[in-house]
């Protein structure tokens, strides 16, 4: 069932224009997807609720984006280039690769039954070259995670800010990583796009704030419309732990591949400004004035990604019902994250007056929230398509409209069905969708 339901989400991110292969008419390109009309805008509305969570609700919080390419030390500094990599093996018959991890001490392909090589370290940064001349003295790497470029600019934000502890650094970018087995759709890609905090503490604040930001960002995900079942916190065993990290949580998400991470949060520690200040020769320490003492911040890591976070939305969200004969899928995702708020028809696009008055108040509309107009087919397959794409509420102008200057606004939950006045649709929908992000 978990993975019939899987299946279900693809074909309905492909039907409806949320998230296509990539380079389709090529053939693809293996594990990376396209966010199409629908999809961009699902997108950008879980991004836009993080943001205003994260930074605008907040007096602490300080929003960055860090550029994609960096100094080949900071990986260096990072560790990146030493410990970030997997153990793989080599198929010698069919040339798949695996993780060795994956393999659970198997001495043949899973896929052909040929003979594997032996297990050999894999780094999984993306290497490319800066410059005419591809050489050692140009090589950079694509950012594995956004991170690092939060903890470079540390001092950059201390001279222009002037920050007092605790506070945060806020940032959502792409990151990039070489794996060896992606798969599972958007859940684990290539390409992906991270939403993350470093947040900066007193080092005697650590487990606290790192208590707090665990609880803050797992009802984060519950505020957003996913169910409670489905979601729940695991912190990680001592041997699970990254080099750096003193504890970690990961908030997981009841995936149709199961149970799988959604957002981790980290308490890092002082590991990343001490190995920054150490290899940049830059003095990165934070000084208290109250207690007149120089000191490198302990650091708590809220780190999420979107891709992971919008297939999770659209899972819980995915919702099968009978109505009469026929079945209704809909998408019931919360009004904050909706693609489209609003779409507008004309029951008969034959009268050129009911489309001309569609029309105008679509228009009208998109002033205020994300509103569609469609006229490419009869009512109620008009209704089933909005349902699928988890539009709010849909307008339909038809010929009484002419004469009493009402329309029929349904509701995509309860699909009841009520008059509203044109001249008091919009602040009928502002209410309703009150308090959007």
Known sequence: MAQDLMEKIVSLCKRRGLIFQSSDIYGG?????????YGVELKNNVKRAWWQSNVYERNDMFGMDAAILMHPKVWEASGHVENFFDLKSD???CKKRFKA????????????????????????????HQGPVADDASLIYLRP???QGIFVNFSNLLDS?????????????????NEITPG????????????EIEYFVKPADADKYYEYWVELRHNWYLGLGLK???LRKRPHAKDELAHYARACTDIEYNFPIGWSELEGIANRADFDLKQHAQFSGKDLQYFDDAAKERFFPFIIEPSGGVDRAVLAFLTDAYHEEKVKKDTRVVLKLHKDLAPVKAAVFPLLKNRPEIVELAKKIAADLKKSFVTTYDDTGAIGKLYRRQDEVGTLYCVTIDVQSLEDKQVTVRDRDTMLQERIGIDKLKDYLLGKLKGCS
Request: aromatic fraction near 12%; glycine fraction near 6%; hydrophobic fraction near 30%.
């Open 101 to 128: 991890a994956d393999l659970k001490d198997k001495l043949v392909c899973p896929e052909c039954k040929g003979e594997l090589t032996e297990a050999r370290p894999f780094n999984l940064m993306f290497k490319t």
């Open 161 to 177: 800010r002037h920050p007092k502890l605790p506070f945060g650094m806020a940032q959502i970018g792409k990151a990039f990583r």
């Open 228 to 230: 409670k079942e489905n």
């Open 145 to 147: 995670e956004t991170a």
């Open 184 to 195: 599972n759709f958007t859940f684990r890609t290539r390409e992906f796009e991270q939403m």
């Open 29 to 37: 390109l293996s594990n990376t997807w396209d966010y199409g009309p």
């Open 91 to 93: 198929c010698k018959n």
